[in-house]
C-alpha cells in the first residue's frame, strides 16, 4: 500500500486547508491512518488519528481546531485545519500507525508543506 499526502500551501493566520491522504487501496486490515507534522530540529509528533474503537486522537495543540474525516470508498483520509496558527507551519505527513505506540508501518513520504504566515 502506498500513501500520498496533498492540500498543503500558504495561508494567513486564522485560514483554513484540507489535506488528503489518498492510499493506493484500503488499509482496514493493516491499521488506521494518522497525519503527523514535522519542523526542522523538532521531533516528528502526531497530530490527529483514528483509534481502534473508530474515535480520532488529537494533539492538545489542534484540538477544537483540526477535524479528521475519512471517505473509505475513495481510501482517503482528510485532515480540515481551520483557525491556522503560525505554530503549525510544517511538513505534514501521513502513514499507517504501527502496532505499538510511536511506530508507523510504512516509510515516510515526502508530505505537504504548510506555512501559515502571521
Known amino acids: 500500500v502506498q500513501l500520498q499526502a496533498s492540500g498543503g500551501g500558504l495561508v494567513q493566520a486564522g485560514g483554513s486547508l484540507r489535506l488528503s491522504c489518498a492510499a493506493s487501496?484500503?488499509?482496514?486490515?493493516?491499521?488506521?491512518i494518522g497525519w503527523y507534522r514535522q519542523t526542522p530540529g523538532k521531533q516528528r509528533e502526531l497530530v490527529a488519528a483514528?483509534?481502534?474503537?473508530?474515535?480520532?486522537d488529537y494533539a492538545d495543540a489542534v484540538k477544537g481546531r483540526f477535524t479528521l474525516s475519512r471517505d473509505n470508498a475513495k481510501n482517503t483520509v482528510y485532515l480540515q485545519m481551520d483557525s491556522l496558527k503560525p505554530e503549525d507551519t510544517a511538513v505534514y505527513l501521513c502513514?499507517?500507525?504501527?502496532?505499538?505506540?510511536?511506530?508507523?508501518?510504512?516509510?515516510w513520504g515526502q508530505g505537504t508543506q504548510v506555512t501559515v504566515s502571521s
Open positions: 487501496r484500503s488499509t482496514s486490515g493493516i491499521g488506521n
Open positions: 483514528f483509534s481502534a474503537s473508530g474515535t480520532t
Open positions: 502513514n499507517i500507525q504501527g502496532q505499538f505506540p510511536g511506530t508507523v508501518y510504512l516509510p
